[in-house]
């Protein structure tokens, strides 16, 4: 299951949800037959629940949902903490040079010079753009940064390539920075 995005509370008192998207272009997943709801995201596939999405609207940098069988604030805020996802299957697909989030994390950085700098453990959007939480493996010997990490901006000008084949993505960052 793919995560998506995060209740955060209820809107109105028709059942509306206030949602925080983990991602960019969340208005594209109204086209999805429906969304998955579950109150942890790593929960198996077989614990998420189909909801059918009545009306998905953007407001600042939140969106506003309804969804079938949620009808008042009570039901709404029962909800507040849950997850959204979806399967991959469901997902629209990407364009050229555009990933999800899941398909990122866990992949290993290297730096142009071969220098292995960790694991893409994470990414945060920003606003302006998103940023790849890398962490370096826990070092023994001279200038060890023992689990050391760092935030590398996700922009053409630093990430240089990413292979989904190999899991890996070469960035324009030295070691010591």
Not at 80 to 90: C, F, L, V
Not at 111 to 119: H, K, S, T, Y
């Amino acid at each position: 299951m793919i995560v998506l995005a995060r209740i955060t509370g209820a809107f109105g008192l028709q059942g509306g949800l206030h949602v925080r998207p983990l991602g960019d272009d969340p208005m594209s997943w109204r086209a999805m037959p429906a969304w998955w709801l579950s109150p942890s995201a790593d929960a198996e596939e077989s614990a998420w629940r189909p909801v059918k999405v009545l009306d998905c609207r953007e407001r600042g940098q939140e969106l506003l949902v309804a969804i079938d069988g949620v009808g008042d604030r009570t039901a709404a805020e029962a909800l507040k903490g849950w997850w959204i996802g979806a399967p991959r299957s469901a997902l629209p697909a990407t364009h050229e040079d555009e990933y999800y989030w899941s398909d990122l994390v866990g992949m290993d950085v290297v730096n142009c010079q071969g220098v292995a700098l960790g694991r893409i453990e994470n990414l945060i959007s920003t606003g302006a753009h998103e940023v790849l939480c890398v962490r370096a493996e826990a070092e023994s010997g001279r200038g060890a940064s023992s689990g050391r990490e760092r935030l590398l901006p996700f922009i053409a000008s630093v990430v240089k390539t990413v292979d989904m084949q190999a899991r890996s993505v070469c960035v324009d960052w030295q070691a010591d920075w």
